[in-house]
């Protein structure tokens, strides 16, 4: 991470003084014990505490506090719930870190244009809640859904069960209100289709809040399908699993949800919630269908005979909401279930073309031999989105390096084969510096050029996302604040 600005920790005082006077009373965390519950996100093996916390409750706090900070050169972290499992809400020792999670508020439901427009701060399955009494719902539905925030899905572009036929997060947001690092606020998309310009809607949609502050998102909600359910269906090896679901796609079936679970995975799940799962299997998929019931059923067939043809051994169909609950609450629970294997493990994220699933689970079993560490699968199939979870132990003296070292290779491993590095966790500092396996320098330096367009003075969530924080000046771009100049000693050109 970037060294602390020894300059900045000497104006600890001064600037939580400045904050208070932005955000009266409980608004502003400068305790030492009270600043410890931020100093890591969901990527536990990280943690820094913050320099000092501030919780805004209103857009025009949020433009001061970042107007002032650009002003005196202070860096700024955001945090929605901090569920991020590649650190990117990782506080710096010299930045402050803004809380979102007083923008609570789900501000409007427009049933007619089928959109809801909600603060940052509202949970992902609060959306649903608000809007499934008149049978509708919103997408995208990431595990973390009961308490990761629609702010952080926007940057960190969130997936879940259901995106592989309803789209990501990027696919499910009409417009936002954002605020920059300079304070100010604008907005890009709105209630309608289309926004006229440049795609900035999309360039914010998983920026990792490297780009501004997310003040208020619209989002599309659905009308609930009328039919869903669900098959399980065990495998003899990994592979006829990922063989099955690669030929299911091929077929032009798009299910709701595909996810599959290898033997670790199955068993742990099991023993966690007893739903029945096949303990005689190598690899189950959990395939759900919705939409009309005629659909339903003849896609059912479908997936049977396909199954078949790939050596499927068991096959199980819902016959009712609570049976088709309980084959995904084992799916759901699978993650807490495999914390029960081991006392660590660490959740990768990476994303292949589906024909290759077959292949990269056979290597990863490889590399799971090589490194000498179990690992446990669960993952959005249909996608192609793979989360291996490695096995460790975090007391043994080098076992979370190797845990490290095992991910990395097989994230390399997934771009070798045509994937990338992450499906919907985002890079952070997690995969920050494997981002030169897969893009070239420059492929980085436009990206990062889009980062100085947004914040020349790189203050917003620096560290995170570029293997190497270019100063923007190098980049061919400067920003003349007051005129100062940034970066004095850089030859101008
Ligand atoms: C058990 C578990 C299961 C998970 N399952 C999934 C899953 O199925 N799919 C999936 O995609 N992810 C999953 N995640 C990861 C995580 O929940 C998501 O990345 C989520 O979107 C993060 O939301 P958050 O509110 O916790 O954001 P945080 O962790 O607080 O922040 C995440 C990023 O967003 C930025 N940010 C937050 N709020 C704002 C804002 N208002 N404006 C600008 N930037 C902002 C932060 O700076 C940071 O870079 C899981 C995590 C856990 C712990």
Not at 192 to 204: E, F, N, T
Not at 383 to 394: R, V
Not at 396 to 425: Q, W, Y
Request: hydrophobic fraction near 45%; charge should be negative; aromatic fraction near 6%.
């Amino acid at each position: 991470m970037p060294a602390p600005d020894a300059l900045v920790l000497g104006r600890r005082e001064e600037i939580v003084a400045a904050l208070r006077a932005i955000v009266p009373g409980e608004g502003v965390i400068a305790q030492a014990a009270a600043l410890r519950p931020y100093e890591s996100d969901g990527l536990t093996a990280y943690r820094q505490p913050p320099m000092v916390v501030v919780l805004p409750e209103t857009v025009a706090q949020v433009s001061a506090i970042l107007s002032w900070c650009h002003a005196q050169g202070v860096k700024v972290v955001p945090r929605g719930a901090g569920t991020s499992l590649s650190g990117g809400a990782l506080p710096l020792a010299d930045a402050v870190l803004m809380g979102m999670g007083k923008f609570n508020r789900v501000v409007e439901v427009d049933y007619n244009n089928r959109l809801a427009i909600v603060q940052p701060g509202v949970t992902n399955l609060a959306i649903t809640r608000a809007v499934e009494e008149r049978g509708f719902y919103y997408a995208p539905d990431p595990s973390s859904q009961i308490a990761c925030t629609i702010g952080g899905n926007v940057a960190e572009n969130s997936g879940g069960v259901h995106c592989l036929k309803y789209g990501l997060t990027t696919n499910n947001v009409l417009g936002i209100e954002m605020v920059t690092m300079a304070g100010e606020v604008l907005r890009l998309g709105g209630r309608h289709l289309d926004p006229a310009g440049l795609d900035l809607l999309g360039v914010m949609v998983g920026s990792e809040g490297l780009l501004g502050i997310v003040t208020e998102v619209t989002v599309r909600i659905l009308p609930r399908s009328e039919t869903a359910r669900a098959m399980l269906v065990g495998f003899p090896s990994v592979e006829s699993a990922g063989q099955c679901v690669a030929d299911i796609i091929a077929e032009g079936i798009i299910p709701a949800g595909m996810e599959m679970m290898d033997r670790p995975a199955i068993h742990a799940a099991e023993a966690f919630v007893k739903v029945g799962y096949p303990l005689d299997v190598e690899a189950l998929l959990i395939v759900e269908l919705d939409g009309p019931a005629a659909e339903c059923d003849h896609l059912i067939e479908e997936i049977a005979r396909i199954s078949g043809l790939n050596g499927a051994m068991t096959s199980r169909i819902s016959t009712s909401e609570e049976e088709r609950a309980a084959f995904w609450a084992g799916r759901k629970a699978a993650f807490p279930a495999v914390g029960r294997l081991s006392p660590d493990y660490y959740c990768m994220d990476g994303t292949i073309p589906r024909r290759r699933l077959p292949e990269v689970l056979r290597r990863m079993a490889e590399l799971s031999e090589q490194h000498g560490l179990g690992v446990a699968n669960v993952f959005h199939a249909g996608d192609g989105n793979l989360h291996p979870l490695i096995l460790y132990d975090a007391n043994k003296p080098g076992e979370l390096e190797r845990a490290e070292e095992f991910g990395n290779d097989i994230l390399r491993l997934c771009v070798e084969v045509g994937g990338v590095l992450t499906g919907e966790h985002g890079v952070g500092v997690e995969k920050r510096d494997l981002m030169p396996e897969m893009f070239s320098q420059t492929d980085l330096d436009h990206q990062q050029r889009i980062k100085c367009a947004f914040d020349p003075e790189l203050l917003l969530n620096p560290g995170k996302v570029f293997p190497t924080l270019h100063r923007c000046a190098e980049l061919g771009r400067m920003h003349v604040h007051r005129g100062e100049v940034p970066f004095p000693e850089l030859p101008r050109f």
